[in-house]
Nanobody, 123 residues
Framework: QVQLVESGGGSVQAGGSLRLSCAVSGYTPISVSMAWFRQTPGKDREAVASTYLSGGSTYYADSVKGRFTISRDIAKNTVYLQMNSLKPEDTAMYYC????????????????WGQGTQVTVSS
C-alpha cells in the first residue's frame, strides 16, 4: 500500500516562494509516477506537475511553467514542488498523487493520494 504524506504549505505574499514535500512509502521502486494536483472550491482538480519517481521527463501546466519545479530525492523517497513567484491565483489545496505506470494529467489515473496541504497567496 502506497502512502503519501505532504507538508510545506502555508501563507505567503505574492512573489514569494514555498516548497511542498511529499514523502512516499510502501511502494515498489518500479515505474512509480508522481504528480502534484491542486483544487479550489467549485473548480475541477488541476494537474500542476508530474514525473517518474525514478527519473525521466516532467510535465508542467502552462500556468506554472517557469515558476514551479518538481523534483525527487530517491534516497529520501520524497518528491518536492518548489513554487516561486507565487501569484494569488496559485491559492489552492495541493495534493500529491502516485500511480504505477506512466505519468498522467488525469486525477482519475492516480490510485494513491496524500491528505492535501493548503497554499494561500495574498496580493
Amino acid at each position: 500500500q502506497v502512502q503519501l504524506v505532504e507538508s510545506g504549505g502555508g501563507s505567503v505574499q505574492a512573489g514569494g516562494s514555498l516548497r511542498l514535500s511529499c514523502a512516499v512509502s510502501g511502494y515498489t521502486p518500479i515505474s512509480v509516477s508522481m504528480a502534484w494536483f491542486r483544487q479550489t472550491p467549485g473548480k475541477d482538480r488541476e494537474a500542476v506537475a508530474s514525473t517518474y519517481l525514478s527519473g525521466g521527463s516532467t510535465y508542467y501546466a502552462d500556468s506554472v511553467k517557469g515558476r514551479f519545479t518538481i523534483s525527487r530525492d530517491i534516497a529520501k523517497n520524497t518528491v518536492y514542488l518548489q513554487m516561486n513567484s507565487l501569484k494569488p491565483e496559485d491559492t489552492a489545496m495541493y495534493y500529491c498523487a502516485a500511480r504505477y505506470g506512466s505519468a498522467s494529467n488525469f486525477g482519475s489515473a492516480y490510485n494513491y493520494w496524500g491528505q492535501g496541504t493548503q497554499v494561500t497567496v495574498s496580493s
